[in-house]
């Protein structure tokens, strides 16, 4: 089993920053990626970004690219998810979630095995 915890979350201003951490425990030898997905009210879960443990191929939404880096401290089995120029539309649950396998599809909830509980994130304009 692994588990996931998140931390960063709160509440800012558009055009600010803020980092989200996702730390993992427990078996952390079997994750081959990690991701971020978000959820906004009355939405569906949606991917923002991911990693692959080893290596640290990167992949991002459409929606994100350029405002968002994703980045991985193997050491400290902890990934890290940087937020720039946030904007309204990115107000949502983020979650952190791990894969026991190579995603396929890392957009695809389907593919995750492990996940956090979530940190709320809330973009003021």
């Known amino acids: 089993q692994v588990q996931l915890v998140e931390s960063g979350g709160g509440l800012v201003q558009a055009g600010g920053s803020l980092r989200l951490s996702c730390a993992a425990s427990?078996?952390?030898?079997?994750?081959?990626?990690m991701t971020w997905f978000r959820q906004a009210p009355g939405k569906e879960r949606e991917f923002v970004a991911g990693?692959?443990?080893?290596?640290?191929?990167?992949y991002y939404a459409d929606s994100v690219k350029g405002r968002f880096t994703i980045s991985r401290d193997n050491a400290k089995n902890t990934t890290y998810l940087q937020m720039d120029s946030l904007k309204p539309e990115d107000t949502a649950v983020y979650y952190c979630?791990?894969?026991?396998?190579?995603?396929?599809?890392?957009?695809?909830?389907?593919?995750?095995?492990?996940w956090g509980q979530g940190t709320q994130v809330t973009v003021s304009s």
């Open positions: 990693i692959r443990w080893s290596g640290g191929s990167t």
């Open positions: 979630a791990a894969a026991r396998y190579l995603p396929l599809h890392y957009y695809d909830s389907a593919e995750y095995d492990y």
């Open positions: 427990g078996r952390t030898f079997t994750i081959y990626a």
